[in-house]
C-alpha cells in the first residue's frame, strides 16, 4: 500500500501501482471528467503514471492556469501529426511551448507558406476530434533509433543521441503517431479543444546553427477557450496597429538604418520626446536626494576583470584595443597585442569609482548616484526589436550606496518614487515581483535573510502586494521587478532595485562607521524607466502615438484655410512659442481637410485652424486629435489653455 496525501490535507491509503486516473475516477465521475492532468510531489505529470511510492497528488483541471501549458505542448505533438498526415515526406524535429502558444519545425524541401496553415487547422481538427489517447512508452535507446531511422526521421536519431545514457527515453503515442518526448500529456487529443489558431510560418535553422539545415517553424497560438483565443487575437491585433516602429514613422520621430544595427538615429520629433522624458526624471532625481554623474563610456578591461563582468558579460561587450590604428595600406590595422578598453554594458563598476573618492563615513550614506547612463551591449543582429531590443541604450539608472539598515528605508522611498512617476505616465496597474535566493549565490545566509526581509517589509509597510519569485534573484542579492500593465493588457518589466553584497566587495568599496571600523556599503542598483529608448517605445504602443500632451513632440499646429491668413496664423505661432508651446505653423496651399489628416496621422493633438474669419476676429477654431468637432474661442483663451496643459505633471503639481 502507498500513502497519498490531498491537498486538503487528508491521508488515504491505495494499494501500490495504482494510478491518478484510478485515484479520481474514485473520487467522483465529474471531477474525473475535468481532470487532464495531475501534480504528483509538486510535478507536473501525466494522470495516467503509474503511483509506485507515498506522495502528494493535485489534480490539473482543463480550466487550471496550469493546465494551459499542456494544452499548447498538445497541440504541438497534433500539429507535428496533422503535417506529416497531410505531408508525409516531412520530417519532425522539435515542438517547444513559449509564450501564448508553441512553435514546431519540420525539415521540408518546400517551406511552409501561410496558405498551408488553414489546411493544417482544418486537419488538426480532426485530430482533435479522434480523441486518440496519449500514451507513453519507455524505449531502448537503439529500438528508439531504429524506429525514428525507418520512418525517416534523422533529426529524431539525432537527438537521442544527445539524450545522457542515465535518461530514460519517453515516447508518447497518440493512435498511430509518435514522439520523442519528457511530456507530460493531458488525455487524449481531445483534451487540445479547438482554440487554438496558427499565426505564421518562420525560417529556422537546425539547433539554431547556421551552417545546418534550414527548417520551416510554424507558429500557433493555443487557450482553453475560444473567449481567451479571441481576446488574444484581438490584442495581438491591437498591437500590430499599434507597433512603435510603424508609429515612429508615421510620426517620424526616429529611423535605424543597417550601418548602425540596434542603435536609434533620433530625429528632432522624437528627441523632444526623449529630452522632455530625461528632462523629467532629473527633476524627479534631484527632488529625491539623488546626485547626477558623468561616467565614461571605455573603461579598460582590468576594471571589467575586477567587476566580475568580463569573465560572465563579456560575450555582451563591444572590446575596442587601446591603440592608434595602421593607416598602412596592406598591414593589419590593429596589432592584437594592446590593452583591451570595452564599452560599458552597465554603469554599476564606474559608479563605485565615484563613491571611491575619498573616505566616506556613515554619514554620508545613503549616498544615491545617478546617471543617465549610455550602455552597450553586444547582442545579436536577429535579437534586435526596433526600440525595444538595442544595442546602445541609455538607463535612467542610480546606485544607492547604503547601510544594511537603511535598505527598507530606501526601498520604501524608491517605491514611492516610481509609483509616481508610473502614474504620471498613465500607469497604474503595477505587477511587484520579489526574487529571493538561488542556489548559487555570494555572501552568508543571515545577509540575505536580513535582504529578502527588508525588501519584503518595505513593499508591505506601505501596503503593496507582492509576488515572490522563488530563487529567481541574482547571484550577487535579491531583487524587485516592477512591471507595468499597458492599454491593451500586455505586460512591462520596467523598474527594478537589485540589492547587491558583491560588487562593492570587489571593487572594494568602504566606509568608515561611527565605531571607526571599515565597513562594507550595500549598492542597490535601481532604474524606473529602465532603458529610455525601450519606455519610449512602450508609450508609443500603449498610446499609440498619442502622447500625453507634454510628451508631445508638436503640441499645435497652426493651419490656414486661405493664404489671407498666414500673417495671422504666423503671429499666433509666435505667440504659442513664446508661452513655451511646441507650435508650427502650416500655411500650404492645400485643403484644410487634407492639412488636418496629414496632421492627425502625426498624431498632433491640437490643431489650431485659422482662416480669414479668425484672422479677424482673433480666434482660432481648435480641432483636437481624435474628436470631430471644433470650437471656436479667443486665441488669447487657447493659447492660455494650453499653457496649463502642456506643463509636464510634476511641475503642474509644485504650481498647484
Ligand atoms: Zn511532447
Ligand atoms: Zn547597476
Not at 527588508?454 to 529567481?472: M, P, V, W, Y
Not at 499597458?486 to 570587489?506: H, K, N, Y
Not at 502625426?602 to 484672422?615: K, Q, Y
Request: glycine share 8%; with cysteine; hydrophobic share 40%.
Amino acid at each position: 500500500m502507498i500513502k497519498v496525501t490531498f491537498p486538503d490535507g487528508a491521508v488515504r491509503e491505495f494499494a501500490l501501482g495504482t494510478t491518478g486516473t484510478t485515484i479520481v475516477e474514485g473520487i467522483s465521475k465529474s471531477l474525473a471528467k475535468k481532470t487532464v492532468a495531475m501534480r504528483w510531489n509538486g510535478e507536473l505529470a501525466d494522470l495516467s503514471d503509474v503511483l509506485d511510492a507515498d506522495g502528494k497528488i493535485e489534480f490539473v483541471l482543463r480550466d487550471d492556469p496550469a493546465a494551459l501549458e499542456l494544452i499548447r505542448h498538445d497541440a504541438a505533438h497534433v500539429l507535428a501529426e496533422a503535417v506529416q498526415e497531410l505531408w508525409p515526406d516531412t520530417q519532425v524535429t522539435i515542438g517547444p511551448v513559449i509564450e501564448n502558444g508553441f512553435f514546431y519545425d519540420f525539415y521540408r524541401a518546400e517551406p511552409f507558406s501561410e496558405d498551408d496553415l488553414r489546411v493544417i487547422e482544418k486537419k488538426m481538427e480532426e485530430i482533435v476530434d479522434r480523441g486518440a489517447e496519449f500514451t507513453k512508452e519507455v524505449w531502448d535507446r537503439e529500438e528508439a533509433k531504429k524506429a525514428f531511422s525507418a520512418k525517416g526521421e534523422q533529426f529524431k536519431v539525432e537527438l537521442i543521441d544527445a539524450i545522457p545514457d542515465d535518461q530514460q527515453l519517453k515516447i508518447y503515442k497518440q493512435g498511430q503517431w509518435f514522439d520523442l518526448c519528457r511530456g507530460p500529456h493531458m488525455r487524449s487529443t481531445k483534451d487540445v479543444g479547438k482554440a487554438f489558431k496558427l499565426t505564421k510560418v518562420a525560417g529556422a535553422y537546425w539547433r539554431g546553427d547556421s551552417n545546418r539545415e534550414v527548417l520551416s517553424r510554424i507558429y500557433g497560438t493555443a487557450w482553453a477557450g475560444k473567449d481567451q483565443l479571441d481576446a488574444h487575437l484581438h490584442m495581438i491585433e491591437e498591437a500590430e496597429k499599434r507597433d512603435h516602429r510603424k508609429i515612429g514613422q508615421e510620426m517620424d520621430l526616429y529611423h535605424f538604418q543597417h550601418e548602425a544595427q540596434g542603435s536609434v538615429f533620433w530625429h528632432p520629433k522624437g528627441f523632444v520626446m526623449y529630452n522632455q522624458m530625461e528632462a523629467y526624471i532629473r527633476r524627479r532625481l534631484n527632488a529625491s536626494g539623488y546626485k547626477e554623474i558623468k561616467t565614461p563610456q571605455l573603461l579598460d578591461n582590468k576594471l571589467w576583470e575586477k567587476s566580475g563582468h568580463w569573465q560572465k558579460f563579456r560575450d555582451g561587450m563591444f572590446v575596442v584595443p587601446d591603440e592608434i590604428p595602421s593607416m598602412e595600406e596592406g598591414k593589419p590595422i590593429v596589432s592584437m597585442d594592446a590593452n583591451l578598453l570595452a564599452l560599458k554594458p552597465m554603469n554599476c563598476p564606474a559608479h563605485v569609482q565615484v563613491f571611491n573618492q575619498g573616505i566616506k563615513s556613515y554619514r554620508d550614506l545613503p549616498l544615491r548616484l545617478a546617471e543617465f547612463g549610455c550602455c552597450h551591449r553586444n547582442e545579436a543582429h536577429g535579437a534586435l526589436h526596433g526600440l525595444m531590443r538595442v544595442r546602445q541604450m541609455t538607463q535612467d539608472d542610480a546606485h544607492i550606496f547604503c547601510r544594511i539598515d537603511q535598505i527598507q528605508a530606501e526601498t520604501e522611498k524608491f517605491c514611492a518614487l516610481l509609483d509616481s512617476v508610473y502614474e504620471d505616465m498613465g500607469f497604474t496597474e503595477v505587477r511587484i515581483l520579489l526574487a529571493t535566493r538561488p542556489e548559487t549565490r555570494a555572501g552568508d545566509d543571515s545577509v540575505w535573510d536580513l535582504a529578502e526581509k527588508s525588501l519584503g517589509d518595505a513593499l508591505s509597510a506601505t501596503g503593496r502586494k507582492f509576488e515572490i519569485a522563488e530563487g529567481e534573484g541574482a547571484f550577487y542579492g535579491p531583487k524587485l521587478e516592477f512591471h507595468l500593465k499597458d492599454a491593451i493588457g500586455r505586460s512591462w518589466q520596467c523598474g527594478t532595485l537589485q540589492l547587491d553584497f558583491v560588487m562593492p566587495e570587489r571593487l572594494d568599496a568602504s566606509y568608515v562607521a561611527e565605531d571607526g571600523s571599515r565597513q562594507r556599503p550595500v549598492m542597490l542598483h535601481r532604474a524606473i524607466l529602465g532603458s529610455l529608448e525601450r519606455f519610449l517605445g512602450m508609450m508609443i504602443e500603449s498610446y499609440a502615438g498619442r502622447m500625453p500632451l507634454w510628451l508631445a513632440p508638436v503640441q499645435v499646429v497652426v493651419a490656414t484655410i486661405v493664404s489671407d491668413a498666414d500673417d495671422y496664423a504666423q503671429e499666433v505661432v509666435a505667440d504659442l512659442r513664446a508661452k513655451g508651446i511646441r507650435a508650427e505653423v502650416d500655411t500650404r496651399n492645400e485643403s484644410i481637410n487634407y492639412k488636418v489628416r496629414e496632421h492627425s496621422v502625426g498624431r498632433v493633438p491640437f490643431i489650431f485652424v485659422a482662416g480669414r474669419r479668425e484672422a479677424e476676429e482673433k480666434t482660432v477654431s481648435i480641432r483636437q486629435l481624435g474628436s470631430q468637432g471644433q470650437t471656436v474661442k479667443p486665441v488669447d483663451e487657447a493659447i492660455g489653455e494650453l499653457v496649463r496643459d502642456v506643463t509636464p505633471p510634476d511641475l503642474k503639481r509644485k504650481a498647484a
